[in-house]
C-alpha cells in the first residue's frame, strides 16, 4: 500500500468517526451537562471553561503532532532534520510561558469557583428547607425533620427553595449525588456532611450513590422530584396524613437492616430526634443510649 493511500485512507477514518460522532453525541443526555438547578449550572460553565483553557494547550500540540510526523514522514525526501531546538531561548520560552499562564488562569477560576460553589455556603436568600439524609446499605432515608416526615428511596423538593441536605451514613461510606442539582459529597458514619443546592426547574431528576458500597450497590438509586412550593406543601400535609407509617427507633434498626432494591416508602410521622442518634451511636454510645432513652413515645 502507497504511502499516499495509506494517508486517504486515515483521512477517511477520522472523517466517519466525526460524523459518527456528530450523530450519536446530540441524542445523549448528559445529566451534568444538563442542569436543573443553580449549582449545577455554574459547575456546568465551570467544566466547560476549564475545558476550552486546556484546549489551548491541546489543540495546538495535537495539530504540531500531525504535521511533524506528515513533514519528516519517510517518504519525504526534502525535509531536512536539524535538531538543534534545544538552546532556541525563544522557542523555550513559548512553550513554558503558555502552561504557566493557563495554570495560573485555572488558579484563579478554581480559587474563586471553591468558595463560590462551597458545600457548605447557602446558595439563595430565603429561608433554606432542611433534609436529612442517610445512607443506608443499600437505600437512602431522607427525613423533613421540622416537617416531621420521612421517606425512603424518594425525594421531593420545592422549586426555587434553598435546600439544605444534612448528610450520614450508617453503613460503610457512601456518596450523595443529584447530578442535574449539583455535585456529590461523602456520606460517613458518625460525621454530619452538608451540601446546599437550589432546584431551578421543576421535573423528576435520578439520584444516585457516587460510591462503590457492596453488592447492592447498582440498586441504590433515588428519584429527586421538584414541585411548586403550594404542591410541596400540600404533599406535606397529605404524607402526615397518610399514616404510611411511625419511624421511630425501633423500626429505623429493623430498616437499616442490609436490602437490595427497596421499593419507595413513606412515613407519616418521625419520632424523635433520629438523625443526631444515628450520628451519636458511632461517636459516642452513651449519649446514643441516652438520646434513645429520652425519644418521644
Given at each position: 500500500m502507497s504511502g499516499k493511500l495509506r494517508v486517504v485512507l486515515v483521512i477517511l477514518?477520522?472523517?466517519l468517526v466525526l460524523a459518527a460522532l456528530a450523530v450519536v453525541l446530540p441524542g445523549l443526555n448528559y445529566a451534568q451537562l444538563n442542569p436543573k438547578g443553580l449549582v449545577a449550572d455554574k459547575q456546568r460553565d465551570l467544566l466547560i471553561t476549564?475545558?476550552?483553557?486546556m484546549l489551548l494547550v491541546l489543540v495546538p500540540v495535537y495539530a504540531m503532532t500531525a504535521w511533524i510526523a506528515w513533514r519528516y514522514r519517510e517518504g519525504n525526501k526534502k525535509a531536512v532534520y536539524r535538531p538543534?531546538?534545544?538552546r532556541n531561548r525563544f522557542i523555550e520560552g513559548v512553550w513554558w510561558a503558555v502552561p504557566v499562564v493557563i495554570i495560573g488562569v485555572l488558579s484563579v477560576i478554581t480559587w474563586q469557583s471553591s468558595h463560590q460553589l462551597d458545600?457548605?455556603?447557602?446558595?439563595?436568600?430565603g429561608?433554606?428547607?432542611?433534609?436529612?439524609?442517610?445512607a443506608l446499605q443499600w437505600k437512602w432515608l431522607f427525613i423533613y425533620p421540622e416537617q416531621g416526615v420521612a421517606a425512603l428511596n424518594y425525594l421531593r423538593l420545592p422549586l426555587d427553595r434553598p435546600l439544605r441536605f444534612e448528610i450520614t451514613a450508617d453503613a460503610p461510606m457512601n456518596s450523595f449525588w443529584i447530578p442535574q442539582l449539583?455535585?456529590?459529597?461523602?456520606?460517613?458514619?458518625?460525621?454530619?456532611?452538608?451540601?446546599?443546592?437550589?432546584a431551578s426547574q421543576p421535573g423528576k431528576y435520578p439520584g444516585r450513590s457516587a460510591n462503590i458500597s457492596g453488592e447492592g450497590f447498582s440498586g441504590m438509586t433515588f428519584t429527586a422530584e421538584v414541585i411548586s412550593q403550594p404542591d410541596f406543601n400540600r404533599w406535606l400535609s397529605n404524607a402526615a396524613a397518610a399514616g404510611g407509617g411511625v419511624l421511630d427507633w425501633a423500626a429505623y434498626q429493623r430498616l437499616a437492616e442490609p436490602s437490595k432494591n427497596q421499593p419507595a416508602?413513606?412515613?407519616?410521622?418521625?419520632?424523635?430526634?433520629?438523625?443526631d442518634?444515628?450520628?451519636?451511636?458511632?461517636?459516642?454510645?452513651?449519649?446514643?443510649?441516652?438520646?434513645?432513652?429520652?425519644?418521644?413515645?
Amino acid at each position: 500500500m502507497s504511502g499516499k493511500l495509506r494517508v486517504v485512507l486515515v483521512i477517511l477514518l477520522a472523517v466517519l468517526v466525526l460524523a459518527a460522532l456528530a450523530v450519536v453525541l446530540p441524542g445523549l443526555n448528559y445529566a451534568q451537562l444538563n442542569p436543573k438547578g443553580l449549582v449545577a449550572d455554574k459547575q456546568r460553565d465551570l467544566l466547560i471553561t476549564a475545558s476550552l483553557i486546556m484546549l489551548l494547550v491541546l489543540v495546538p500540540v495535537y495539530a504540531m503532532t500531525a504535521w511533524i510526523a506528515w513533514r519528516y514522514r519517510e517518504g519525504n525526501k526534502k525535509a531536512v532534520y536539524r535538531p538543534d531546538w534545544d538552546r532556541n531561548r525563544f522557542i523555550e520560552g513559548v512553550w513554558w510561558a503558555v502552561p504557566v499562564v493557563i495554570i495560573g488562569v485555572l488558579s484563579v477560576i478554581t480559587w474563586q469557583s471553591s468558595h463560590q460553589l462551597d458545600p457548605f455556603r447557602q446558595q439563595a436568600d430565603g429561608r433554606p428547607l432542611t433534609v436529612q439524609v442517610v445512607a443506608l446499605q443499600w437505600k437512602w432515608l431522607f427525613i423533613y425533620p421540622e416537617q416531621g416526615v420521612a421517606a425512603l428511596n424518594y425525594l421531593r423538593l420545592p422549586l426555587d427553595r434553598p435546600l439544605r441536605f444534612e448528610i450520614t451514613a450508617d453503613a460503610p461510606m457512601n456518596s450523595f449525588w443529584i447530578p442535574q442539582l449539583g455535585g456529590q459529597i461523602y456520606a460517613m458514619p458518625g460525621m454530619r456532611s452538608q451540601l446546599n443546592l437550589v432546584a431551578s426547574q421543576p421535573g423528576k431528576y435520578p439520584g444516585r450513590s457516587a460510591n462503590i458500597s457492596g453488592e447492592g450497590f447498582s440498586g441504590m438509586t433515588f428519584t429527586a422530584e421538584v414541585i411548586s412550593q403550594p404542591d410541596f406543601n400540600r404533599w406535606l400535609s397529605n404524607a402526615a396524613a397518610a399514616g404510611g407509617g411511625v419511624l421511630d427507633w425501633a423500626a429505623y434498626q429493623r430498616l437499616a437492616e442490609p436490602s437490595k432494591n427497596q421499593p419507595a416508602a413513606l412515613y407519616s410521622s418521625v419520632k424523635g430526634n433520629l438523625f443526631d442518634m444515628i450520628i451519636a451511636k458511632y461517636v459516642a454510645p452513651p449519649a446514643a443510649q441516652h438520646l434513645n432513652a429520652m425519644k418521644t413515645p
